[in-house]
Protein backbone atom coordinates (compact mmCIF):
# COMPACT_ATOMS: atom_id res chain seq x y z
CA UNK A 1 0.00 0.00 0.00
CA UNK A 2 1.88 3.56 -0.77
CA UNK A 3 1.24 6.42 0.89
CA UNK A 4 0.25 10.02 -0.49
CA UNK A 5 3.25 11.98 -1.60
CA UNK A 6 4.43 14.62 1.31
CA UNK A 7 2.64 17.77 0.29
CA UNK A 8 4.42 21.43 0.96
CA UNK A 9 2.47 22.73 3.88
CA UNK A 10 1.85 22.21 7.89
CA UNK A 11 0.71 19.21 8.72
CA UNK A 12 -2.64 19.66 10.83
CA UNK A 13 -3.06 16.37 12.10
CA UNK A 14 -1.22 12.59 12.52
CA UNK A 15 -1.69 9.59 13.45
CA UNK A 16 1.07 6.93 14.22
CA UNK A 17 0.09 3.28 14.34
CA UNK A 18 -2.88 4.23 16.03
CA UNK A 19 -5.04 0.59 17.68
CA UNK A 20 -8.50 0.64 19.51
CA UNK A 21 -9.37 -2.67 21.54
CA UNK A 22 -13.10 -3.34 23.27
CA UNK A 23 -12.66 -5.83 26.05
CA UNK A 24 -15.79 -8.10 26.12
CA UNK A 25 -17.16 -10.33 28.92
CA UNK A 26 -16.46 -14.47 28.23
CA UNK A 27 -19.22 -14.90 30.37
CA UNK A 28 -19.44 -17.13 33.96
CA UNK A 29 -16.82 -19.26 32.88
CA UNK A 30 -15.46 -17.48 29.50
CA UNK A 31 -12.45 -16.05 28.96
CA UNK A 32 -12.37 -12.05 28.52
CA UNK A 33 -12.16 -11.43 24.73
CA UNK A 34 -10.53 -8.52 23.26
CA UNK A 35 -12.06 -7.18 19.98
CA UNK A 36 -9.47 -5.14 17.51
CA UNK A 37 -11.46 -2.01 16.35
CA UNK A 38 -8.50 -0.12 14.71
CA UNK A 39 -5.30 -2.16 13.49
CA UNK A 40 -2.44 0.47 13.31
CA UNK A 41 -3.49 3.48 11.46
CA UNK A 42 -1.07 5.64 10.39
CA UNK A 43 -2.10 8.57 8.30
CA UNK A 44 -1.67 12.22 8.06
CA UNK A 45 -3.68 15.95 7.03
CA UNK A 46 -1.87 19.15 5.74
CA UNK A 47 -3.35 22.26 6.74
CA UNK A 48 -6.50 23.38 4.43
CA UNK A 49 -7.12 19.79 3.02
CA UNK A 50 -9.72 17.39 3.27
CA UNK A 51 -9.27 13.63 4.05
CA UNK A 52 -12.03 11.66 3.19
CA UNK A 53 -12.01 8.04 5.56
CA UNK A 54 -14.33 5.47 3.45
CA UNK A 55 -15.82 2.27 4.15
CA UNK A 56 -18.53 -0.04 5.36
CA UNK A 57 -20.47 -0.03 8.26
CA UNK A 58 -18.75 -1.75 11.24
CA UNK A 59 -15.37 -1.19 9.46
CA UNK A 60 -13.96 1.60 12.42
CA UNK A 61 -14.99 4.66 10.54
CA UNK A 62 -16.66 5.93 13.87
CA UNK A 63 -14.08 4.56 16.54
CA UNK A 64 -11.34 6.86 13.95
CA UNK A 65 -13.79 9.91 14.47
CA UNK A 66 -13.91 9.09 18.32
CA UNK A 67 -10.85 8.96 18.94
CA UNK A 68 -9.62 12.54 16.62
CA UNK A 69 -12.08 14.19 18.21
CA UNK A 70 -10.95 13.08 21.49
CA UNK A 71 -14.00 11.63 23.24
CA UNK A 72 -12.15 7.85 23.65
CA UNK A 73 -8.26 7.74 23.99
CA UNK A 74 -6.30 5.29 21.45
CA UNK A 75 -5.03 1.45 23.17
CA UNK A 76 -1.43 2.55 21.52
CA UNK A 77 -0.24 4.63 19.26
CA UNK A 78 0.47 8.25 18.67
CA UNK A 79 -1.92 10.71 17.93
CA UNK A 80 -0.13 14.57 16.77
CA UNK A 81 -2.74 17.77 16.52
CA UNK A 82 -0.98 21.18 15.38
CA UNK A 83 2.81 19.15 16.24
CA UNK A 84 1.65 18.20 19.97
CA UNK A 85 0.99 14.72 20.70
CA UNK A 86 -1.93 14.62 23.00
CA UNK A 87 -2.91 11.24 24.68
CA UNK A 88 -6.39 11.84 26.98
CA UNK A 89 -5.21 8.74 29.04
CA UNK A 90 -2.75 10.65 30.30
CA UNK A 91 -3.60 14.33 30.28
CA UNK A 92 -6.55 16.86 31.47
CA UNK A 93 -8.43 18.02 28.86
CA UNK A 94 -8.22 21.57 28.99
CA UNK A 95 -10.42 23.90 27.02
CA UNK A 96 -7.21 24.82 24.98
CA UNK A 97 -7.20 20.95 23.38
CA UNK A 98 -10.79 21.02 23.00
CA UNK A 99 -10.60 24.46 20.94
CA UNK A 100 -8.25 22.36 18.76
CA UNK A 101 -11.02 19.32 17.04
CA UNK A 102 -14.25 20.08 16.62
CA UNK A 103 -17.33 17.83 14.53
CA UNK A 104 -20.23 17.95 13.01
CA UNK A 105 -22.76 14.52 13.53
CA UNK A 106 -24.29 13.18 11.17
CA UNK A 107 -28.04 13.57 12.12
CA UNK A 108 -28.70 17.48 12.64
CA UNK A 109 -31.99 16.67 13.92
CA UNK A 110 -30.43 14.98 17.04
CA UNK A 111 -27.25 17.21 17.57
CA UNK A 112 -28.96 20.23 18.82
CA UNK A 113 -30.67 20.99 22.26
CA UNK A 114 -34.05 21.53 21.15
CA UNK A 115 -34.42 23.96 23.89
CA UNK A 116 -32.02 26.74 23.32
CA UNK A 117 -32.17 29.40 20.86
CA UNK A 118 -29.80 28.86 18.14
CA UNK A 119 -27.87 32.26 19.12
CA UNK A 120 -27.31 30.25 22.21
CA UNK A 121 -26.54 27.17 20.65
CA UNK A 122 -23.49 28.88 18.88
CA UNK A 123 -22.41 31.43 22.18
CA UNK A 124 -21.93 28.39 24.47
CA UNK A 125 -18.66 26.76 23.20
CA UNK A 126 -16.93 30.27 23.69
CA UNK A 127 -19.23 30.48 26.94
CA UNK A 128 -17.36 27.30 28.32
CA UNK A 129 -14.05 27.69 26.65
CA UNK A 130 -13.63 31.29 26.59
CA UNK A 131 -13.33 34.03 28.39
CA UNK A 132 -15.05 36.37 25.72
CA UNK A 133 -17.99 39.02 27.12
CA UNK A 134 -21.74 38.61 26.26
CA UNK A 135 -21.03 40.96 23.63
CA UNK A 136 -18.73 39.49 21.76
CA UNK A 137 -19.99 35.63 22.27
CA UNK A 138 -23.16 37.65 20.01
CA UNK A 139 -21.27 39.71 17.99
CA UNK A 140 -19.06 36.25 17.24
CA UNK A 141 -22.51 34.27 16.50
CA UNK A 142 -24.10 37.06 14.34
CA UNK A 143 -21.05 36.88 12.33
CA UNK A 144 -21.05 33.02 11.81
CA UNK A 145 -24.29 32.82 10.85
CA UNK A 146 -23.87 35.01 8.27
CA UNK A 147 -21.19 32.88 7.13
CA UNK A 148 -22.35 29.74 7.30
CA UNK A 149 -26.00 31.31 5.12
CA UNK A 150 -28.13 32.58 7.40
CA UNK A 151 -29.23 35.66 9.13
CA UNK A 152 -29.37 37.64 12.23
CA UNK A 153 -33.43 36.84 12.23
CA UNK A 154 -32.34 33.11 12.82
CA UNK A 155 -30.47 34.24 15.86
CA UNK A 156 -33.67 33.48 18.30
CA UNK A 157 -35.22 30.95 16.67
CA UNK A 158 -35.38 27.34 18.20
CA UNK A 159 -34.02 24.44 16.11
CA UNK A 160 -37.39 22.87 15.05
CA UNK A 161 -38.36 26.31 12.80
CA UNK A 162 -35.49 25.12 10.93
CA UNK A 163 -35.51 22.42 7.79
CA UNK A 164 -32.75 19.55 7.90
CA UNK A 165 -30.24 21.37 5.58
CA UNK A 166 -30.43 24.44 7.90
CA UNK A 167 -30.10 22.76 10.84
CA UNK A 168 -27.09 21.46 9.98
CA UNK A 169 -25.77 25.09 8.49
CA UNK A 170 -26.18 25.33 12.55
CA UNK A 171 -24.21 22.49 13.24
CA UNK A 172 -21.21 23.70 11.40
CA UNK A 173 -21.22 27.29 12.12
CA UNK A 174 -20.67 25.29 16.34
CA UNK A 175 -18.42 23.36 15.15
CA UNK A 176 -16.28 26.89 13.83
CA UNK A 177 -17.11 29.25 17.15
CA UNK A 178 -14.17 28.17 18.54
CA UNK A 179 -11.82 28.06 15.31
CA UNK A 180 -10.75 24.95 15.59
CA UNK A 181 -7.92 23.72 13.75
CA UNK A 182 -9.14 20.45 12.54
CA UNK A 183 -13.19 19.61 11.53
CA UNK A 184 -13.93 15.63 11.54
CA UNK A 185 -17.19 15.65 9.55
CA UNK A 186 -18.95 12.43 10.44
CA UNK A 187 -21.32 11.62 7.64
CA UNK A 188 -22.28 15.11 7.83
CA UNK A 189 -25.10 15.05 4.65
CA UNK A 190 -26.02 11.33 4.86
CA UNK A 191 -29.50 12.43 6.27
CA UNK A 192 -30.11 14.91 4.06
CA UNK A 193 -31.92 15.03 0.27
CA UNK A 194 -29.44 14.87 -2.45
CA UNK A 195 -29.91 18.97 -3.56
CA UNK A 196 -29.53 19.73 0.16
CA UNK A 197 -26.30 17.82 0.31
CA UNK A 198 -24.84 19.87 -2.47
CA UNK A 199 -25.93 22.68 -0.83
CA UNK A 200 -24.46 21.50 1.98
CA UNK A 201 -20.87 20.53 0.29
CA UNK A 202 -20.70 23.90 -1.24
CA UNK A 203 -20.94 25.47 1.68
CA UNK A 204 -18.46 23.31 3.41
CA UNK A 205 -15.87 23.90 0.00
CA UNK A 206 -16.26 27.68 0.47
CA UNK A 207 -15.67 27.95 4.15
CA UNK A 208 -12.60 25.55 3.63
CA UNK A 209 -11.49 27.96 0.82
CA UNK A 210 -12.41 31.09 3.28
CA UNK A 211 -10.97 30.31 6.22
CA UNK A 212 -8.42 27.10 5.29
CA UNK A 213 -10.11 24.84 7.42
CA UNK A 214 -8.80 21.43 7.55
CA UNK A 215 -11.34 18.32 7.63
CA UNK A 216 -11.71 14.66 8.08
CA UNK A 217 -14.98 13.76 6.11
CA UNK A 218 -15.80 10.48 7.25
CA UNK A 219 -18.27 9.03 4.56
CA UNK A 220 -19.45 5.67 2.34
CA UNK A 221 -20.93 7.82 -0.18
CA UNK A 222 -18.21 7.21 -2.78
CA UNK A 223 -19.91 10.24 -5.23
CA UNK A 224 -19.97 12.85 -2.09
CA UNK A 225 -15.74 11.66 -1.42
CA UNK A 226 -14.92 12.27 -4.88
CA UNK A 227 -16.37 15.54 -4.91
CA UNK A 228 -14.99 16.88 -1.69
CA UNK A 229 -11.81 14.56 -0.76
CA UNK A 230 -7.86 15.76 -1.29
CA UNK A 231 -7.05 12.43 -0.14
CA UNK A 232 -8.69 9.11 0.71
CA UNK A 233 -8.13 6.66 2.72
CA UNK A 234 -10.46 3.22 3.16
CA UNK A 235 -10.84 1.28 5.61
CA UNK A 236 -11.64 -2.20 6.10
CA UNK A 237 -12.32 -4.27 9.48
CA UNK A 238 -9.94 -1.72 11.41
CA UNK A 239 -7.43 -1.77 8.63
CA UNK A 240 -6.10 0.82 5.96
CA UNK A 241 -6.10 -1.28 2.79
CA UNK A 242 -5.72 2.14 0.70
CA UNK A 243 -4.73 5.52 0.88
CA UNK A 244 -3.34 7.83 -1.21
CA UNK A 245 -4.40 10.80 -3.46
CA UNK A 246 -8.48 11.64 -4.62
CA UNK A 247 -7.76 10.83 -8.15
CA UNK A 248 -5.28 8.23 -7.81
CA UNK A 249 -7.51 5.92 -5.73
CA UNK A 250 -11.12 6.77 -7.86
CA UNK A 251 -8.48 6.02 -11.09
CA UNK A 252 -6.68 2.95 -10.38
CA UNK A 253 -7.70 1.51 -7.05
CA UNK A 254 -4.92 -1.19 -6.10
CA UNK A 255 -6.86 -3.38 -3.32
CA UNK A 256 -9.28 -5.44 -4.06
CA UNK A 257 -11.68 -4.63 -1.22
CA UNK A 258 -11.53 -0.80 -3.20
CA UNK A 259 -12.26 -2.31 -6.34
CA UNK A 260 -15.43 -4.19 -5.47
CA UNK A 261 -16.39 -1.35 -3.14
CA UNK A 262 -16.63 1.30 -6.49
CA UNK A 263 -17.93 -1.93 -8.29
CA UNK A 264 -20.86 -1.92 -5.69
CA UNK A 265 -21.43 1.68 -5.56
CA UNK A 266 -24.38 3.18 -7.87
CA UNK A 267 -22.96 6.33 -9.20
CA UNK A 268 -24.27 9.64 -8.54
CA UNK A 269 -23.41 12.88 -10.27
CA UNK A 270 -22.75 15.00 -8.29
CA UNK A 271 -21.27 18.28 -10.49
CA UNK A 272 -25.16 17.91 -12.34
CA UNK A 273 -26.48 18.39 -8.52
CA UNK A 274 -24.42 21.17 -8.07
CA UNK A 275 -25.53 22.74 -11.12
CA UNK A 276 -29.39 22.69 -10.65
CA UNK A 277 -28.92 24.37 -7.21
CA UNK A 278 -26.58 27.18 -8.21
CA UNK A 279 -29.37 27.70 -10.57
CA UNK A 280 -32.07 27.47 -7.90
Do not use: W
Request: hydrophobic share 40%; aromatic share 6%; glycine share 8%.
Amino acid sequence: MSEPGNVNGQTVLEARNITRDYHQSGGLFGKQKTVQALKGLSFSVKKGKTLAVVGESGCGKSTLARILTLIDPATTGELLIDGQAIDIRQQKLTPELRRKVQIVFQNPYGSLNPRQKIGKVLEEPLLLNTDKSAAERKQLAMEMLDKVGLGAEHYNRYPHMFSGGQRQRVAIARALMLTPSLLVLDEPVSALDLSVQAQILNLLADLQDELNLTYVFISHDLSVVKYIADEVLVMYFGEIVEYGSRDDVFTAPKHEYTQTLFAATPRADIESIRARVSKA
